[in-house]
T-cell receptor
Framework: GQQVMQIPQYQHVQEGEDFTTYCNSS?????IQWYKQRPGGHPVFLIQ?????EVKKQKRLTFQFGEAKKNSSLHITATQTTDVGTYFC???????????FGSGTQLTVLP | EADIYQTPRYLVIGTGKKITLECSQT?????MYWYQQDPGMELHLIHY???????EKGDLSSESTVSRIRTEHFPLTLESARPSHTSQYLC?????????????FGEGSRLTVL
């Protein structure tokens, strides 16, 4: 199946600091989705990126899709304690009709 | 809010028991999935379905089986549970067949096999 690497695995930040997680693939992607899973919860969809070089913003969250459609990033500006959780990318490539999830980045925000 | 429901939320059973995890969605989605997730770890696709009477195995080999007799219902069954089956099982659905749309997840079923 599709291989995707997500880094870092863990990130501890002080409240107010920025945070970025990266998702990398060796193959060209059809699209990429980002999900957030709170501790003890289930993944919740954040956004989908489809176009090369696409940038989307949701309040303090900025999502980017690389020009070659092989990588993506999620950036959070001025983290808050409500941002705590694990952020997963999920990718599809070629004719694949199901998503492959990255290993996730677990974010801890210290007050 | 997504309308996808899983029962039971928590289950503790002994080795060798047969269990069925229920998953229902009221959104009319054609595609449904089962993912297995250990605490703090990534999600592994174990089964998926594109519609009634369609079931496929996912990337992660699993001893569980699934059925899709009705669009809204996608139960997962373990004929003989073992401690290695202890995990969280997440059901999801999505709209559309030709592309990979947004996944709506249930709250999960946490299974512990003693």
């Amino acid at each position: 199946g599709q291989q995707v690497m997500q880094i870092p695995q863990y990130q501890h930040v002080q409240e107010g600091e920025d945070f970025t997680t990266y998702c990398n693939s060796s193959t060209t992607l059809s699209n990429i989705q980002w999900y957030k899973q709170r501790p003890g919860g289930h993944p919740v969809f954040l956004i989908q990126l489809v176009k090369s070089g696409e940038v989307k913003k949701q309040k303090r969250l900025t999502f980017q899709f690389g020009e070659a459609k092989k990588n993506s990033s999620l950036h959070i500006t001025a983290t808050q304690t409500t941002d705590v959780g694990t952020y997963f990318c999920a990718v599809a490539s070629g004719s694949a009709r199901q998503l492959t999830f990255g290993s996730g980045t677990q974010l801890t925000v210290l007050p | 809010e997504a309308d996808i429901y899983q029962t039971p939320r928590y289950l503790v059973i002994g080795t060798g028991k047969k269990i069925t995890l229920e998953c229902s969605q009221t959104m009319g989605h054609d595609k449904m999935y089962w993912y297995q997730q250990d605490p703090g770890m990534e999600l592994h696709l174990i089964h998926y379905s594109y519609g009634v009477n369609s079931t496929e195995k996912g990337d992660l080999s699993s001893e569980s089986t699934v059925s899709r007799i009705r669009t809204e219902h996608f139960p997962l069954t373990l004929e003989s549970a073992r401690p290695s089956h202890t995990s969280q099982y997440l059901c999801a659905s999505s709209v559309g067949l030709a592309n990979t749309g947004e996944l709506f997840f249930g709250e999960g079923s946490r299974l512990t096999v003693l």
